[in-house]
């Protein structure tokens, strides 16, 4: 069974739709070999380097709404070094309900266990709805990973014909969950802002109109996880990525100093990281991570990323307050619009995608 992938061709503003596998369907037919395509090259393989174990930083919320000056001030500073040396935290106690991520992840696996019929009804179109992403061509090797996109903020630029109607709460819990997570990226963009030595709306008000993505991945199991890849190396085109995941099962890798390092899941928290777009507001200060997604072999595993950032009319560059002699401007600005469509016309690879915007 096949569903669909959209390009965009940035040069004449086309489309070009290429047909791809459902990987669930894959999946699930117990295959005894892999499909060709998604057989990786010897050196993008998960194994191909050893892998480093450490511990990414944990950003304890509570900290930022409790009473001691002391404990804010100091948690700040942990907050800024996770951006800027890793560009990757875990935040604990971020203040959104255990009962509506939990709800999140029951309604995401809900859907992804409806009939084939049932989820195809959404099928992608222009980077909405369910299928893949980021397919450029009928031959590139693809991710065992199948995909839904929604945009869910603003409300009135949302796309209602790609919202599932099945389960019945599908709708109303990622209502609810937008919201919440718009509050916490919003906290979370004030404190950064605070933490480079400007005001704390600044940074919100470099992204004018805030717009919130929504990315449900789903990796099914994989006979051999040691050949493919969920998601291929890449960094996030937005302002900042809130990431629900599995609470035992461990897939995400990020890149620090040139080796993958897996990201344990913290049952309870959030994985939170930079996207391109608050490197280049940031003129470079917090950093955009290169990060995979590996696969399991028997067991499936779900994410939900928000991606939060400018609007697509929103023009980005630097903030002029970062620029000095010292620190020269390092970013063009740019129609978050064209960065988008760049993003969206390639395949992903690496942290290219900034390379559009690097002077
Ligand atoms: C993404 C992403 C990682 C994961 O959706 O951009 O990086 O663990 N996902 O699913
Ligand atoms: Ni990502």
Not at 190 to 210: A, H, I, K
Not at 269 to 292: A, C, F, P, Q, T
Request: glycine letters at 6%; hydrophobic letters at 35%.
């Amino acid at each position: 069974m096949f569903n669909s992938a959209v390009v965009f061709n940035p040069s004449d503003g086309t489309s070009k739709r290429f047909s791809v596998p459902v990987v669930q369907e894959l999946a699930s037919q117990h295959l005894q070999s892999l499909p060709e395509r998604y057989i990786r090259s010897e050196k993008e393989r998960p194994n191909a380097f050893p892998l480093h174990h450490l511990d990414i930083p944990i950003i304890d919320m509570d900290m930022f709404w409790g009473d001691s000056d002391l404990c804010r001030q100091k948690e700040l500073e942990n907050l800024g070094m996770a951006c800027q040396e890793w560009g990757f935290f875990q935040a604990v106690n971020h203040g959104i309900p255990l009962s509506l991520t939990e709800r999140m992840k029951k309604i995401v696996r809900e859907f992804i266990q409806l009939p084939l019929e049932e989820k195809i009804k959404y099928k992608m179109q222009e980077i909405e709805g369910y299928g893949q992403a980021f397919v450029i061509s009928d031959d590139q090797v693809l991710d065992w990973a199948d995909m839904m996109a929604l945009t869910t903020l603003p409300p009135d630029n949302r796309k209602m014909e790609f919202w599932p109607t099945k389960p019945e709460d599908f709708r109303e819990s990622v209502d609810q969950y937008a919201l919440e997570v718009q509050k916490l990226g919003n906290t979370i963009l004030r404190l950064l802002s605070e933490n480079v030595g400007l005001t704390p709306d600044c940074f919100l008000n470099m992204c004018g109109q805030m717009r919130q993505r929504m990315r449900l991945n789903y990796y099914p199991p994989c006979p051999r996880p040691d050949l493919v890849l969920g998601i291929s190396p890449h960094s996030d085109g937005t302002g900042l990525t809130v990431l629900l995941q599995d609470d035992e099962i461990v897939g995400l890798q990020i890149c620090k100093d040139g080796e993958w390092i897996p990201v344990q899941p913290i049952p309870g928290s959030l994985v939170i990281n930079i996207g391109d777009m608050l490197e280049v507001i940031s003129n470079g200060i917090y950093k955009s991570i290169e990060h995979r997604a590996v696969t399991n072999l028997d067991r499936d595993r779900i994410s939900i990323a928000m991606f939060y950032g400018p609007d697509k009319e929103t023009e980005v560059g630097p903030a002029p307050e970062l620029i000095d002699e010292l620190h020269p401007c390092r970013y063009r600005r740019f129609i978050q619009a064209d960065y988008i469509q760049h993003v969206f016309s390639g395949k992903l690879d690496g942290k290219k995608s900034i390379e559009f915007s690097k002077i």
